[in-house]
């Protein structure tokens, strides 16, 4: 079992920064793919980013690429995502999850662990 506990979300203006932490115990998060997805009130779940269990690969939504940024710190057993140029539409609460696949997967079925989630609100 691997049980992932998100932080670092908060209330921020548009255009400001927020970098999300996930912590996992339970198990090392080494060999498994991380994703980042985002569910805002009244919308089903999305896919935000994702990284292999490697480090090497990564994949984002396209509403997010070039603004967000998914790392992972195999010895902290931590995930990351640095979320910049923040927009009112980021607004969600974002969970993390690790999906024991070798690729970045994108949907949220194919991940088996899931943390709480934290909430992120941006204001315009």
């Known amino acids: 079992q691997v049980q992932l506990v998100e932080s670092g979300g908060g209330l921020v203006q548009a255009g400001d920064s927020l970098r999300l932490s996930c912590a996992a115990s339970g198990r090392t998060l080494s060999p498994y793919t991380m994703g980042w997805f985002r569910q805002a009130p009244g919308k089903e779940r999305e896919f935000v980013a994702g990284i292999n269990w490697s480090g090497s690969s990564t994949n984002y939504a396209d509403s997010v690429k070039g603004r967000f940024t998914i790392s992972r710190d195999d010895a902290k057993n931590t995930v990351y995502l640095q979320m910049s140029s923040l927009k009112p539409e980021d607004t969600a609460v974002y969970s993390c999850?690790?999906?024991?696949?070798?690729?970045?997967?994108?949907?949220?079925?194919?991940?088996?662990?899931w943390g709480q989630g934290t909430q992120v609100t941006v204001s315009s």
């Open positions: 999850a690790a999906a024991g696949s070798t690729r970045v997967v994108t949907t949220d079925y194919q991940y088996d662990y």
